[in-house]
Protein backbone atom coordinates (compact mmCIF):
# COMPACT_ATOMS: atom_id res chain seq x y z
CA UNK A 1 0.00 0.00 0.00
CA UNK A 2 2.96 2.26 0.77
CA UNK A 3 4.40 1.75 -2.56
CA UNK A 4 0.91 2.22 -4.32
CA UNK A 5 1.00 5.41 -2.44
CA UNK A 6 3.84 6.71 -4.07
CA UNK A 7 3.30 5.77 -7.57
CA UNK A 8 0.14 7.52 -7.29
CA UNK A 9 1.97 10.54 -6.17
CA UNK A 10 4.94 10.38 -9.12
CA UNK A 11 2.17 9.16 -11.82
CA UNK A 12 0.70 12.74 -10.73
CA UNK A 13 3.90 14.60 -11.45
CA UNK A 14 4.57 12.58 -14.47
CA UNK A 15 1.09 13.32 -15.77
CA UNK A 16 1.08 16.40 -15.45
CA UNK A 17 5.33 17.17 -16.74
CA UNK A 18 3.58 15.45 -20.40
CA UNK A 19 0.70 17.86 -19.87
CA UNK A 20 3.11 20.45 -21.00
CA UNK A 21 4.31 18.79 -24.04
CA UNK A 22 0.95 17.88 -25.70
CA UNK A 23 -1.36 20.77 -24.32
CA UNK A 24 1.69 22.92 -25.22
CA UNK A 25 0.30 24.15 -28.53
CA UNK A 26 -2.56 26.40 -26.67
CA UNK A 27 -2.36 28.32 -23.36
CA UNK A 28 -5.22 26.45 -21.63
CA UNK A 29 -2.20 24.63 -19.32
CA UNK A 30 0.32 27.31 -19.45
CA UNK A 31 0.89 30.23 -21.07
CA UNK A 32 4.77 31.52 -22.07
CA UNK A 33 6.64 34.51 -21.02
CA UNK A 34 5.99 36.42 -24.31
CA UNK A 35 2.33 35.62 -24.25
CA UNK A 36 1.81 32.43 -26.29
CA UNK A 37 1.93 28.75 -25.84
CA UNK A 38 5.18 27.01 -25.67
CA UNK A 39 4.75 25.95 -29.80
CA UNK A 40 4.11 28.87 -31.79
CA UNK A 41 4.49 29.68 -35.24
CA UNK A 42 4.83 33.68 -34.02
CA UNK A 43 7.74 33.89 -31.10
CA UNK A 44 8.67 37.16 -31.03
CA UNK A 45 11.60 38.84 -30.79
CA UNK A 46 12.33 42.08 -28.55
CA UNK A 47 15.07 43.08 -30.40
CA UNK A 48 15.09 46.58 -32.10
CA UNK A 49 16.69 45.96 -34.93
CA UNK A 50 14.62 42.26 -35.89
CA UNK A 51 10.85 42.56 -36.42
CA UNK A 52 11.00 38.61 -37.14
CA UNK A 53 8.98 36.40 -35.18
CA UNK A 54 10.39 32.65 -34.31
CA UNK A 55 8.57 29.16 -35.07
CA UNK A 56 8.69 26.32 -33.24
CA UNK A 57 5.03 24.94 -34.72
CA UNK A 58 5.95 22.02 -37.10
CA UNK A 59 1.86 22.21 -37.86
CA UNK A 60 0.45 18.38 -38.19
CA UNK A 61 4.01 17.07 -39.86
CA UNK A 62 3.80 13.43 -38.92
CA UNK A 63 7.32 11.80 -37.72
CA UNK A 64 9.70 10.76 -40.78
CA UNK A 65 13.31 10.75 -41.56
CA UNK A 66 13.04 14.06 -43.42
CA UNK A 67 10.48 15.89 -40.91
CA UNK A 68 12.63 14.98 -38.02
CA UNK A 69 15.72 16.67 -40.11
CA UNK A 70 13.90 19.54 -40.64
CA UNK A 71 13.09 19.83 -36.82
CA UNK A 72 16.55 19.34 -35.56
CA UNK A 73 17.39 22.22 -38.15
CA UNK A 74 15.02 25.12 -36.76
CA UNK A 75 16.31 24.22 -33.48
CA UNK A 76 20.11 24.96 -34.27
CA UNK A 77 18.34 28.70 -35.91
CA UNK A 78 16.72 29.71 -33.04
CA UNK A 79 17.93 32.84 -31.52
CA UNK A 80 17.47 34.50 -28.00
CA UNK A 81 15.28 37.22 -28.00
CA UNK A 82 17.54 40.18 -28.99
CA UNK A 83 18.23 38.04 -31.97
CA UNK A 84 21.30 36.55 -31.56
CA UNK A 85 21.67 32.64 -32.99
CA UNK A 86 22.04 30.31 -29.71
CA UNK A 87 24.88 27.73 -29.69
CA UNK A 88 24.40 24.61 -31.89
CA UNK A 89 22.40 21.60 -30.15
CA UNK A 90 24.96 18.66 -29.17
CA UNK A 91 22.31 16.85 -26.94
CA UNK A 92 18.87 16.26 -28.58
CA UNK A 93 15.51 13.86 -27.26
CA UNK A 94 13.21 13.45 -29.28
CA UNK A 95 10.10 12.60 -27.23
CA UNK A 96 6.72 9.84 -28.34
CA UNK A 97 3.79 8.71 -26.96
CA UNK A 98 3.85 5.23 -26.95
CA UNK A 99 1.98 4.35 -30.07
CA UNK A 100 4.78 6.39 -32.11
CA UNK A 101 7.75 4.14 -30.45
CA UNK A 102 8.16 1.71 -32.85
CA UNK A 103 8.16 4.76 -35.74
CA UNK A 104 11.32 6.46 -33.38
CA UNK A 105 13.51 3.19 -33.89
CA UNK A 106 12.75 3.50 -37.29
CA UNK A 107 13.98 6.77 -38.06
CA UNK A 108 16.93 7.08 -35.65
CA UNK A 109 18.08 3.72 -35.42
CA UNK A 110 17.87 2.26 -39.48
CA UNK A 111 21.07 1.51 -41.00
CA UNK A 112 19.82 3.31 -43.71
CA UNK A 113 17.07 6.57 -44.55
CA UNK A 114 13.78 4.40 -43.58
CA UNK A 115 11.75 6.27 -46.24
CA UNK A 116 13.88 6.40 -49.05
CA UNK A 117 14.17 3.12 -51.48
CA UNK A 118 17.81 4.15 -52.24
CA UNK A 119 18.83 3.30 -48.66
CA UNK A 120 21.03 6.20 -48.27
CA UNK A 121 23.19 6.47 -44.82
CA UNK A 122 20.55 7.24 -41.75
CA UNK A 123 22.37 10.46 -40.35
CA UNK A 124 20.58 9.47 -37.22
CA UNK A 125 22.61 6.68 -36.82
CA UNK A 126 25.49 7.53 -36.86
CA UNK A 127 27.37 6.39 -33.15
CA UNK A 128 27.85 9.67 -32.06
CA UNK A 129 24.52 9.45 -30.20
CA UNK A 130 23.77 13.12 -30.27
CA UNK A 131 20.06 12.06 -30.35
CA UNK A 132 17.97 9.66 -28.76
CA UNK A 133 14.62 8.98 -27.67
CA UNK A 134 12.11 8.64 -24.68
CA UNK A 135 8.56 7.26 -24.93
CA UNK A 136 6.40 8.99 -22.93
CA UNK A 137 3.41 7.13 -21.45
CA UNK A 138 1.38 9.94 -19.86
CA UNK A 139 0.80 11.32 -23.27
CA UNK A 140 -2.89 10.03 -23.87
CA UNK A 141 -3.85 7.31 -26.23
CA UNK A 142 -6.02 9.15 -28.24
CA UNK A 143 -5.84 12.98 -29.60
CA UNK A 144 -2.44 12.96 -28.99
CA UNK A 145 -0.76 9.71 -29.91
CA UNK A 146 1.11 10.80 -32.77
CA UNK A 147 2.24 14.18 -31.23
CA UNK A 148 6.19 14.40 -31.33
CA UNK A 149 8.32 16.71 -29.80
CA UNK A 150 12.02 17.22 -30.11
CA UNK A 151 14.38 18.75 -27.42
CA UNK A 152 17.86 20.07 -26.44
CA UNK A 153 18.45 18.83 -23.19
CA UNK A 154 21.12 21.46 -22.92
CA UNK A 155 18.87 24.07 -23.55
CA UNK A 156 16.27 22.68 -21.37
CA UNK A 157 18.56 22.55 -18.37
CA UNK A 158 18.93 26.37 -18.35
CA UNK A 159 15.34 26.74 -19.85
CA UNK A 160 12.31 24.45 -18.23
CA UNK A 161 11.75 24.15 -14.86
CA UNK A 162 9.47 22.41 -12.57
CA UNK A 163 8.48 24.52 -9.52
CA UNK A 164 8.40 22.62 -5.80
CA UNK A 165 6.27 23.79 -2.99
CA UNK A 166 7.56 20.36 -1.45
CA UNK A 167 8.91 17.50 -3.36
CA UNK A 168 6.68 13.80 -2.58
CA UNK A 169 6.39 12.69 1.13
CA UNK A 170 4.58 10.52 3.16
CA UNK A 171 2.27 12.64 5.84
CA UNK A 172 3.32 11.50 9.25
CA UNK A 173 0.26 11.26 11.43
CA UNK A 174 -0.61 7.61 11.36
CA UNK A 175 -4.25 7.52 11.06
CA UNK A 176 -6.83 4.58 11.84
CA UNK A 177 -9.83 4.26 10.78
CA UNK A 178 -12.21 1.39 11.84
CA UNK A 179 -9.03 -0.94 12.29
CA UNK A 180 -7.28 0.28 8.60
CA UNK A 181 -4.67 2.26 8.73
CA UNK A 182 -4.56 4.95 6.15
CA UNK A 183 -1.31 5.82 4.04
CA UNK A 184 -0.97 9.49 3.11
CA UNK A 185 1.33 11.04 0.43
CA UNK A 186 1.42 14.57 -1.32
CA UNK A 187 3.41 17.29 -2.88
CA UNK A 188 3.21 20.91 -4.80
CA UNK A 189 4.69 20.83 -7.88
CA UNK A 190 3.93 22.87 -10.83
CA UNK A 191 6.00 22.32 -14.36
CA UNK A 192 6.93 25.36 -16.69
CA UNK A 193 9.60 27.28 -19.01
CA UNK A 194 11.34 30.87 -18.77
CA UNK A 195 12.07 30.30 -22.68
CA UNK A 196 10.61 28.36 -25.77
CA UNK A 197 13.68 27.97 -27.84
CA UNK A 198 13.97 24.55 -25.79
CA UNK A 199 11.48 22.62 -28.18
CA UNK A 200 9.53 22.20 -31.44
CA UNK A 201 6.37 20.24 -31.63
CA UNK A 202 4.56 19.00 -34.16
CA UNK A 203 0.84 18.03 -33.30
CA UNK A 204 0.28 15.33 -36.43
CA UNK A 205 -2.53 13.21 -36.71
CA UNK A 206 -1.23 10.44 -38.28
Not at 1 to 30: C, E, P, Q, S, W
Not at 153 to 174: C, H, I, T
Request: aromatic letters at 12%; hydrophobic letters at 40%; charged letters at 20%.
Amino acid sequence: MVGATANAVNARIDTNAAKLFYLGFGTTFFTGGDGLALFDDAHPNNSSTSTATQDNDLGTLQLSYDNLKTAVQNLDRFTDDKGIQLLPCRKLRLVVARENKERAEEVLRSIGNPDNANRVSNVFNNGEGYIDYVVANWIPQTTYSKYWFVIDMERAAQMLYMVWGWRPKFDSDNVVNNGTKIYTASTHFAPGFQAWQWAIGSAATT
